[in-house]
């Protein structure tokens, strides 16, 4: 059974910083696993925010490019994003997800991701 748990959220003012991490527990070592980071928002609704593929690869969404970066830490089953120069409508619940599947350079689509956290809140003010 794969379990996910977010920490690491806040309210914090523009400009500053968070560090995001997800405990993973039951992930399989003989099983490739896409992982990834989503938000959502009233405004937005879910987005993804960015992933690390399967090979090592990371993506990006466009909006948090140059700000955020996500790692993955297979010997700790952890996962990690942080995030610089936080703007307001980087506001939002966060949440880790994986998906149980081959998964190259990482996915920014919700889709095939099968696991997901309870999320952790971040707020941003201006």
């Known amino acids: 059974q794969v379990q996910l748990v977010e920490s690491g959220g806040g309210s914090v003012q523009a400009g500053g910083s968070l560090r995001l991490s997800c405990a993973a527990s039951?992930?399989?070592?003989?099983?490739?696993?896409?992982l990834g980071w989503f938000r959502q928002s009233p405004e937005k609704g879910r987005e993804a925010v960015a992933s690390?593929?399967?090979?090592?690869?990371?993506i990006y969404a466009d909006s948090v490019k140059g700000r955020f970066t996500i790692s993955h830490d297979n010997a700790k089953q952890s996962l990690l994003l942080q995030m610089y120069s936080l703007k307001p409508e980087d506001t939002g619940m966060y949440y880790c997800?994986?998906?149980?599947?081959?998964?190259?350079?990482?996915?920014?689509?919700?889709?095939?991701?099968?696991?997901w956290g309870q999320g952790t809140q971040v707020t941003i003010s201006s």
């Open positions: 997800a994986a998906g149980e599947r081959w998964c190259s350079g990482g996915s920014l689509s919700a889709h095939g991701y099968n696991y």
């Open positions: 690390v593929g399967s090979d090592g690869r990371t």
């Open positions: 039951g992930l399989a070592s003989n099983v490739f696993y896409c």
